[in-house]
Every structure is written in structure tokens, then in C-alpha cells.
């Protein structure tokens, strides 16, 4: 699964809620555009996502296998861009 499909799942689902709504936008606008988007912008949609309750929605619309597929496509991505803290 793609980053622009897991983008767009939330975004369908999540029509309801403003927040989640809103960072799946941004997210699917900068993916369209050839963008990736930033990591804070695809962990905040999935916070959102999780906190108003659109994962059930996107279990009972999707399956669990493409649930768990869209969640970690959008986590493979957060863990990639993600900068790494320096040790000491």
C-alpha cells in the first residue's frame, strides 16, 4: 500500500472529525504533489485518527488486513523521516 492510499483511507473515514479531516488533507495535497509529507504531519493524522475513533470505521469499511497495511505504511514512513537523536 502506498502512502497516498493510507492518506486517502483516513481521509474518507474521517470526514466527520475536522482535525483528522484536516491533516489527512494536508497529507494526501503533498503526496499528490510529489511531496512527501513531513513525519509530524503523518504521526499527528494517525494520533487524531486514533483519538476520534475513525480506526474502527476504517476496520469495519476495510478489513483488518488493509487497516494494518495502511497503518504501517504510514509508520515506515514516520520511522524513515524521523530524525535520530544524537547520543551522549
Known amino acids: 500500500m502506498?502512502?497516498?492510499e493510507a492518506a486517502r483511507m483516513i481521509l474518507t473515514e474521517s470526514t466527520a472529525h475536522p482535525e483528522p479531516m484536516r491533516t489527512a488533507?494536508?497529507?494526501c495535497d503533498e503526496c499528490v504533489?510529489?511531496?512527501t509529507p513531513a513525519?509530524?504531519?503523518l504521526s499527528g493524522m494517525l494520533r487524531?485518527?486514533?483519538r476520534k475513533g475513525v480506526y474502527p470505521a476504517l476496520r469495519e469499511r476495510?478489513?483488518?488486513r488493509a487497516f494494518e497495511d495502511m497503518v504501517m505504511a504510514i509508520a515506515r514512513e514516520v520511522d524513515r523521516?524521523?530524525?535520530v537523536p544524537a547520543r551522549r
Open 81 to 83: 523521516r524521523a530524525p
Open 2 to 4: 502506498t502512502l497516498t
Open 62 to 64: 476495510y478489513g483488518e
Open 33 to 35: 504533489a510529489g511531496r
Open 39 to 41: 513525519h509530524r504531519v
Open 25 to 27: 488533507r494536508h497529507a
Open 48 to 50: 487524531e485518527a486514533a
